[in-house]
């Protein structure tokens, strides 16, 4: 089992930043790709962002790149997401999540890649 905590939401105005944190623990964070998801009200839960377990390769959903930028600390079992120029359409609850399984040098970009999820921080970006 892993467990995975999320920090760093809250309510920003537009063109603002934020950092997401998210603080992993259960088994060996460093062998595991880590990703980043939202969900707006009454939407599905997408994509936002991925690494791969030793930061090689990151993958960022085509409408945030430039502006979203995943990082991690396998040293402290942390990964961020560092927003910027926020926008209220990026108003959502934002989930980490640990892969289901051992990857080399890549990232899942789908819900169905990821078995481990957090509670969820919500992002607010006031017009």
């Known amino acids: 089992q892993v467990q995975l905590v999320e920090s760093g939401g809250g309510l920003v105005q537009a063109g603002g930043s934020l950092r997401l944190s998210c603080a992993a623990s259960?088994?060996?964070?460093?062998?595991?790709?880590m990703g980043w998801f939202r969900q707006a009200p009454g939407k599905e839960r997408d994509f936002v962002a991925a690494?791969?377990?030793?930061?090689?390769?990151?993958y960022y959903a085509d409408s945030l790149k430039g502006r979203f930028t995943i990082s991690r600390d396998n040293a402290k079992n942390t990964v961020h997401l560092q927003m910027n120029i926020l926008k209220p359409e990026d108003t959502a609850v934002y989930y980490c999540a640990a892969a289901s399984r051992l990857t080399s040098n890549t990232a899942p970009t789908n819900n169905d890649g990821y078995g481990y999820w957090g509670q969820g921080t919500q992002v607010t970006v006031s017009s």
């Open positions: 690494i791969s377990r030793s930061s090689t390769n990151k």
């Open positions: 259960g088994r060996t964070f460093s062998n595991y790709a």
